[in-house]
């Protein structure tokens, strides 16, 4: 059974500051997910990795893939206000396109 | 982009009766449909699988009596709950996989269901 699992579960930055979330997965997979969610809303797409060192950056996030060490990561650097919001990854179960998502990672970015 | 799109956004219901939740793909043909429902503060919980033309393939623990899902078009997903209770209470999100030439799903706005 493929566990999802992200650290840290909450985070409470400050502006202009840089931090990393962790995904670690049990089982071999080809495909993690990294998503955003607003109070009340549905999720964003932000990245989708697909192969061992793919790295993805958007705007201050960026996010990474070692499928030998089941780990993903999330990296935002000059963390700012508007990054304020859940961030879940979710991993595909072996190319079934079912995802198991992580418990998500709740982020404040203080001004 | 591709958008997928739910109906109604919001639902309060009484207890024992059922409410049909829908989920349609706006700019795309999505050959399967996922159903998660998501607690508050939680994660998201895959329910069931939808493909076009077939039945649903359910999550161990999840009632197929209880939760009714139909695909009848290569466009609209439909979750129906039945004879709903307080604790069906939650927020339901539908995602859409097509042939976009994209490796990931499209996720609806969501549902929030309160069952009274």
């Known amino acids: 059974e493929l566990k999802v699992e992200q650290n840290p579960l909450f985070l409470s930055m400050q502006e202009g500051k840089n931090y990393t979330i962790y995904c670690n997965y049990s089982t071999t997979s080809d495909r993690l997910y990294w998503y955003r969610q607003d109070p009340g809303k549905s999720l964003e797409s932000l990245f989708v990795?697909?192969?061992?060192?793919a790295v993805k950056q958007e705007g201050r996030l960026m996010a990474s893939l070692d499928t030998k060490a089941r780990l993903s990561t999330l990296h935002i650097t000059a963390a700012v206000h508007d990054l304020s919001a859940t961030y879940f990854c979710a991993v595909d179960q072996g190319g079934s396109e079912k995802l198991v998502f992580g418990k998500g990672t709740k982020l404040t970015v203080n001004p | 982009g591709a958008v997928v799109s739910q109906h109604p956004s919001r639902v309060i219901c009484k207890s024992g009766t059922s409410v049909k939740i829908e989920c349609r793909s706006l700019d795309f043909q999505a050959t399967t449909m996922f159903w998660y429902r998501q607690f508050p503060k939680q994660s998201l919980m895959l329910m069931a699988t939808s493909n076009e033309g077939s039945k649903a393939t359910y999550e161990q623990g999840v009632e197929k009596d209880k939760f009714l899902i139909n695909h009848a078009s290569l466009t609209l997903s439909t979750l129906t709950v039945t004879s709903a209770h307080p604790e069906d209470s939650s927020f339901y999100i539908c995602?859409?996989?097509?042939?976009?030439?994209?490796?990931?799903?499209?996720f609806g706005p969501g549902t929030r269901l309160t069952v009274l």
């Open positions: 995602s859409a996989y097509g042939l976009l030439g994209t490796d990931t799903q499209y």
């Open positions: 990795l697909l192969s061992n060192g």
